[in-house]
């Protein structure tokens, strides 16, 4: 889970989040959309992969990533019982008796 949540800490990472919500895309195709070195948007995407938010498949001679709405789901989960609005613990830790 930190990892995720370290992935999400950049605006850049975000975005292609965001971006892969649609469809898979190439590595070019995400990169042509930011104003930043190849090497910059690489490091960015593996750290999503690193965090398991996306996986890559060989596309002929690029790579396209997808998102795991698994991993997205469950960072989501996280952060609404964290708040209280999910259907984990209460915020203040305190379980109810059934």
Request: charged share 25%; proline share 6%; net charge negative.
């Amino acid at each position: 889970m930190n990892e995720v949540f370290k992935a999400l800490s950049h605006p850049a990472r975000r975005r292609m989040i965001a971006m892969l919500r649609d469809a898979p895309m190439a590595s070019g195709d995400i990169a042509s959309r930011f104003d930043m070195a190849w090497p910059t948007v690489t490091a960015h995407l593996a750290a999503l992969k690193a965090a398991g938010l996306v996986e890559t498949e060989k596309d002929g001679a690029s790579v396209r990533y997808r998102l795991v709405i698994s991993a997205v789901e469950e960072a989501l989960a996280f952060m609404m019982d964290l708040m209280g609005t999910g259907e984990g613990s209460p915020p203040d830790g305190k379980e109810s008796k059934p």
